[in-house]
């Protein structure tokens, strides 16, 4: 990601979150096409951000999609989508921040049920 990329990336998300840092906290795991970032949003908040080249909106809105009727069935914890769209380069797609935890086989079982 260049620094215009990054620029263009945190204005966008700004105007969709009200409230993005400069760049992200860290790059993280979760984009194995893409880029994946930890981007701070707020005073104590973050967001999961993808970001793929533009040519690939179309496969972010698919999965914000998916996310969204995941969420509305009530079967499984998801992360709520924040925002998504084009930021020069890249399209983008804000999620909530989960902070996981390794699982057990409780939470495997409850999972299951």
Do not use: N
Not at 2 to 31: F, I, M, N, Y
Not at 50 to 68: G, H
Request: glycine residues 10%; negative net charge.
């Amino acid at each position: 990601m260049t620094g215009r990329d990054l620029h263009e990336l945190a204005g966008a998300l700004r105007t969709a979150l009200g409230d993005a840092a400069d760049e992200p906290a860290a790059r993280v795991a979760g984009g194995c096409i893409g880029e994946s970032w930890r981007w701070r949003t707020g005073t104590a908040t973050c967001a999961f951000v993808k970001t793929l080249p533009a040519a690939e909106t179309a496969m972010l809105e698919a999965e914000a999609a998916a996310l969204v009727e995941l969420e509305a069935a009530g079967a499984i914890r998801v992360p709520r989508v924040l925002g998504r769209g084009v930021a020069g380069s890249l399209a983008w797609l804000a999620l909530e921040w989960l902070d996981l935890e390794t699982p057990s086989p409780a939470t495997d079982a409850e999972l299951g049920e």
